[in-house]
């Protein structure tokens, strides 16, 4: 009876430990490092840009925000990451695992462009606000700012 016992309790801890496993597996081929996400934007511009620069913007450091740096064009492109937890892991500097969220690119020459999104929680609820992010690839020497803006109070 004991050696039975002793079978299901190592059984059981082995089959949680696969799973554990494979769940982390699959979590690291489906987000990206830092590095990788840089890569990332590097293989799918789409105004040519040679060199991206990161931003955390304030409230919303889960949000890595790429900017084209390298001013070739006077076209602009942003990528937008979230920081993604392993469950119920928060992650750590030295282990941050990205998701992309969303890409965008102008198709005009302009010298500041922007986009509105709805940031999410580690939880991935979306938050009740919204964020606009204005974005540059700083040819013309902008400074960088935040700015925020409240409705209704």
């Given at each position: 009876m004991k050696r039975k016992f002793k079978l299901v309790?190592?059984?059981?801890?082995?089959?949680?430990l696969i799973i554990i496993l494979v769940c982390l597996a699959v979590f690291i081929t489906k987000t990206m490092s830092v590095n990788d996400t840089y890569q990332y934007c590097i293989n799918n511009t789409t105004v040519g840009a040679t060199s991206f620069i990161r931003y955390g913007i304030g409230s919303e450091s889960s949000y890595a925000f790429w900017v084209a740096g390298d001013g070739v064009s006077d076209l602009q492109e942003l990528f937008i990451f979230r920081k993604t937890p392993f469950g119920l892991i928060e992650s750590t500097a030295e282990w941050d695992r990205f998701s992309f969220v969303y890409h965008a690119s102008t198709g005009l020459d302009e010298i500041v462009d922007s986009v509105m999104f709805t940031p999410?929680?580690?939880k991935n609820q979306k938050k009740t606000i919204n964020v606009i992010v204005f974005y540059s690839s700083n040819k013309y020497n902008i400074s960088r700012h935040i700015f925020t803006i409240e409705e209704n109070g």
């Open positions: 309790v190592i059984g059981s801890f082995f089959a949680v999410r929680d580690s």
